[in-house]
């Protein structure tokens, strides 16, 4: 009786000694992860937000967006909220492009968000008011002034064209063999440019005589 009643004691120990060292063990958690609104399950014993992504392998990058944040605890939700930003192609002038990683709605936003104050005259493509998208590739040239002498008449106008041909051509004016233009219609316009044409044209006087 007594030998069972020892048995009995030390299985119950053991049983309280296991039961204390699974207590003191981390035990994964069920969380929630929403990226982009695609949900997926992860299993974590990690008590931060930091320590469950990276359990997880889920890597994030500048201006994601993570709620909540990256060195808060783990949500009584148990649910993290990723917002990837969108990695944009900007090309500025006339060939500079760059990477650039945003959260910008529009291609406004996106300008807006870099310093860039536009002008109805600035050339930026698509439309200030597209809406951006993973991959988009976006190009902005400012516009500057140009004087423009044609015939006589004096003007100023802003542009972005590359070259004098391309300016001439997007003001309307037609060139005929007679005229004179400086610089060349191949030259790079660039601001400040002086372009002169001086247009010549061929007229046929007709006088009637009585006899």
């Known amino acids: 009786m007594m030998r069972s009643l020892t048995f009995i004691t030390i299985g119950c120990s053991l049983l309280l000694a296991a039961a204390l060292v699974y207590g003191m063990m981390d035990h994964p958690q069920t969380v929630t992860v929403l990226i982009d609104g695609q949900e997926q399950q992860i299993e974590t014993t990690a008590d931060s937000v930091y320590g469950a992504l990276e ?19 783990l949500p009584k ?26 959260q910008a709605r529009q291609v406004k936003d996106l300008l807006a968000e870099r310093g860039i104050k ?9 439309s200030s008011d597209a809406v951006l998208t993973n991959g988009m590739t976006v190009r902005y040239r400012e516009a500057f002034p140009v004087d423009l002498v044609v015939g006589g008449k004096a003007r100023q106008i802003y542009t972005y064209e ?49 006899v």
């Not at 917002?83 to 500079?96: D, S, V, W």
């Not at 004179?180 to 440019?193: F, K, L, M, N, Q």
């Open 55 to 73: 359990e997880a392998g889920i890597t994030t990058r500048d201006n994601d967006v993570i709620e909540p944040a990256l060195s808060a605890d």
């Open 77 to 102: 939700k148990r649910l993290i909220v990723i917002q990837r930003a969108k990695e944009i192609t900007l090309i500025m002038g006339y060939g500079e492009s760059r990477r650039v990683r945003t």
């Open 118 to 126: 536009k002008a109805e005259t600035d050339d930026i493509y698509p």
């Open 162 to 210: 590359t070259s004098v041909r391309e300016l001439l051509a997007r003001e309307g004016i037609r060139l005929q063999k007679e005229d004179r233009v400086a610089p060349d219609p191949d030259t790079r316009v660039t601001e400040g440019t002086l372009i002169t044409v001086n247009t010549t044209r061929r007229a046929t006087l007709t006088q009637e005589q009585l």
